[in-house]
């Protein structure tokens, strides 16, 4: 098990936002969550991340027990987080986008040559790399959200909505890379609303409701789900 | 040379040498106000603090330079302190919260200052060298130049080490945006108190040039500090280190003509008319960004 999160609970002061939840990822898996607008899928990621705190459970990484440290250990023992709204750094360049990725990072060398990759692989990110992150357009943003994210080499990728606010297009071009990333060996956890997309690459699937693990199955029972199809994919 | 341009030029070189020591309060104060996004009420008195320390340590006959790194360092630790114990637990409350609790820290510091210094202003060692050019009847002191470079040094070498440093760029990723720069794995609790020991430091730098030059110190100085920091950084634009310098000099020029033309009250005033202006008409500075307040 890569990460596993048992009987989560999470507050915002009296307001409950994670009710009893638990999921797993393995090695190697997609596993996505798909709910409406306030169901707690942000949160459960930021809890992750340790952005916040639980108020009961466990949140456990390669055996390890990691809720109640702190964010940047979350990230060195290889968690990264691309942020709902992808959230770069407007006003700096994009390789100071890329570098702040790499900030758990010693290895200057190995830095760079990722760095490199990236704008081959983006070249929209090579060619603009000394642009303001902010002038790019939000296609873009989110490729650059993303290769920031693996600038820190994860294990495991969190990726919260990434086809926000996309075009149909953009949205293809982001579920390539999502299955791109995972050839290449990390696992990932992806929120969604647009269940219909995430659903297709997923190898497992949950659904958040209120606060709660509604069902759960793999992406292919999900997306033929008699109710999952009426309630989260308007068909 | 006429006396009327003769005290033009004095006027001018004057104002130049006020307007570095305010740049060079004022760039250290920038460092924490890009963070806080508000007055840091402490930092007048933190500067202060630590120049009084370097006054006691010339006193004991320290080397200066020993003696004002030294102030430097015991500053930057007690500012690291207030970050700790002032700031960090009401990081994430309300704006007015730690402007208030910073309104504390600053009695602290002023009242302990009192207590170990006494009330009155006292004598400060002028250390800066005492010769002069003289440029056909207009007399050019050399610590009106010092000043000036070494101004001009702090805020070309803060601003390189913001730029080129891991710890630079991890403060300008904080700076814009707090839970994104954790995101990256960045450690808030490691980065945030470095910033306000810099501006701690680079504050007390600017603290002692300017008791240097004028050969006092007082405890008055505190808010009085905070006040015209305050405006130059505001005037210059907040989080940019060449406009808290440009914003510095601009008040120590403007302030010394409107004291030599006008009255020394006009001095006086000066820097709270500019603060009550650059807010009502350019709040984000002469070279500043914009950024959204959060209320
Ligand atoms: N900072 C906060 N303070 C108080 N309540 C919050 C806060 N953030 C989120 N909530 C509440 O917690 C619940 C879950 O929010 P969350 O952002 O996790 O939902 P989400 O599933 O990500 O929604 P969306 O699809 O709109 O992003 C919502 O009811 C929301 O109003
Ligand atoms: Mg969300």
């Known amino acids: 098990m890569l990460l596993s999160v048992e009987n989560l609970w999470v507050f915002y002061g009296p307001i409950e936002a994670i009710h009893d939840v638990?999921?797993?990822?393995?090695?190697?898996?997609?596993?996505?969550?798909?709910?409406?607008?306030?169901?707690?899928?942000?949160?459960?990621?930021?809890?992750?991340?340790?952005?916040?705190?639980?108020?009961?459970?466990?949140?456990?990484?390669?055996?390890?027990?990691?809720?109640?440290?702190?964010?940047?250990?979350?990230?060195?023992?290889?968690?990264?987080?691309?942020?709902?709204?992808?959230?770069?750094?407007?006003?700096?360049?994009?390789?100071d986008n890329l570098m702040a990725g790499a900030y758990s990072r010693g290895d200057a060398d190995g830095v760079k040559r990722d760095i490199d990759m990236y704008c081959q692989r983006f070249p929209i990110l090579g060619e603009r790399l000394h642009q303001r992150a902010g002038y790019l357009s939000g296609g873009e943003q989110q490729m650059l959200a993303i290769a920031r994210a693996l600038m820190s080499r994860p294990k495991i990728l969190?990726?919260?909505?990434?086809?926000?606010?996309?075009?149909?297009?953009?949205?293809?071009?982001?579920?390539?890379?999502?299955?791109?990333?995972?050839?290449?060996?990390?696992?990932?956890?992806?929120?969604?609303?647009?269940?219909?997309?995430?659903?297709?690459v997923s190898d497992r699937a949950y659904v958040l409701a209120s606060g709660q693990i509604e069902l759960s199955g793999t992406g292919k029972e999900m997306a033929e789900n008699d109710d999952v199809r009426k309630v989260y994919l308007g068909v | 040379m006429n006396t009327e341009l003769n005290y033009f030029l004095q006027t001018t070189s004057n104002g130049i040498s006020l307007g570095s020591m305010y740049s060079m309060i004022a760039v250290g104060y920038s460092m924490v106000y890009s963070l806080l996004y508000q007055v840091n009420f402490a930092h007048g008195d933190l500067y202060v603090f630590g120049t009084f320390i370097a006054f006691s340590f010339i006193s004991m006959a320290l080397p200066?330079?020993?003696?004002?790194?030294?102030?430097?360092?015991?500053?930057?630790?007690?500012?690291?302190?207030?970050?700790?114990?002032?700031?960090?637990?009401?990081?994430?409350?309300?704006?007015?919260?730690?402007?208030?609790?910073?309104?504390?820290?600053?009695?602290?510091?002023?009242?302990?200052?009192?207590?170990?210094?006494?009330?009155?202003?006292?004598?400060?060692?002028?250390?800066?060298?005492?010769?002069?050019?003289?440029?056909?009847?207009?007399?050019?002191?050399?610590?009106?130049?010092?000043?000036?470079?070494?101004?001009?040094?702090?805020?070309?070498?803060?601003?390189?080490?913001m730029n080129h440093t891991k710890f630079g760029r991890a403060?300008?990723?904080?700076?814009?945006n707090m839970e994104a720069a954790q995101l990256m794995g960045i450690p808030l609790n490691k980065i945030i108190p470095l910033v306000y020991g810099?501006?701690?430091?680079?504050?007390?730098?600017?603290?002692?040039?300017?008791?240097?030059?004028?050969?006092?110190?007082?405890?008055?100085?505190?808010?009085?500090?905070?006040?015209?920091?305050?405006?130059?950084?505001?005037?210059?634009?907040?989080?940019?280190?060449?406009?808290?310098?440009?914003?510095?000099?601009?008040?120590?020029?403007?302030?010394?003509?409107?004291?030599?033309?006008?009255?020394?009250?006009?001095?006086?005033a000066l820097g709270y008319i500019v603060i009550v202006l650059v807010l009502v008409f350019r709040p984000n500075g002469l070279l500043g960004k914009k950024k959204v307040v959060k209320v």
């Open chain 2, 198 to 268: 810099l501006g701690g430091f680079f504050g007390v730098i600017g603290g002692i040039m300017y008791s240097g030059y004028y050969g006092v110190i007082s405890i008055d100085m505190g808010i009085w500090g905070t006040v015209k920091a305050w405006a130059a950084a505001m005037l210059g634009g907040v989080g940019n280190f060449y406009g808290a310098f440009l914003g510095g000099l601009i008040l120590g020029v403007s302030e010394t003509f409107a004291g030599a033309y006008i009255s020394s009250a006009a001095k006086e």
């Open chain 2, 171 to 176: 403060t300008q990723c904080i700076v814009e």
């Open chain 2, 64 to 161: 200066l330079p020993v003696a004002i790194l030294a102030a430097g360092l015991l500053t930057a630790l007690i500012g690291m302190t207030i970050e700790r114990t002032v700031y960090r637990p009401v990081r994430y409350a309300n704006r007015i919260v730690p402007m208030i609790s910073a309104l504390g820290a600053a009695l602290v510091l002023r009242t302990a200052a009192q207590i170990i210094w006494g009330p009155e202003a006292i004598a400060f060692p002028q250390f800066l060298p005492g010769g002069s050019f003289n440029l056909g009847g207009f007399t050019l002191f050399h610590k009106n130049i010092i000043v000036l470079l070494f101004a001009t040094a702090l805020v070309v070498g803060l601003t390189w080490i």
């Open chain 1, 22 to 95: 638990s999921i797993q990822v393995d090695q190697g898996e997609i596993v996505s969550i798909v709910g409406h607008n306030g169901a707690g899928k942000s949160t459960l990621l930021k809890t992750i991340s340790c952005l916040l705190k639980p108020t009961a459970g466990q949140i456990k990484y390669n055996d390890g027990v990691i809720n109640g440290t702190d964010p940047d250990k979350v990230v060195s023992a290889g968690i990264s987080h691309v942020p709902e709204g992808r959230q770069v750094f407007a006003s700096l360049s994009v390789y």
């Open chain 1, 158 to 200: 969190l990726l919260d909505e990434p086809s926000l606010g996309l075009a149909p297009v953009v949205v293809n071009e982001v579920y390539r890379i999502i299955e791109e990333i995972r050839k290449d060996g990390t696992s990932i956890l992806l929120v969604e609303q647009n269940a219909n997309r995430a659903l297709n």
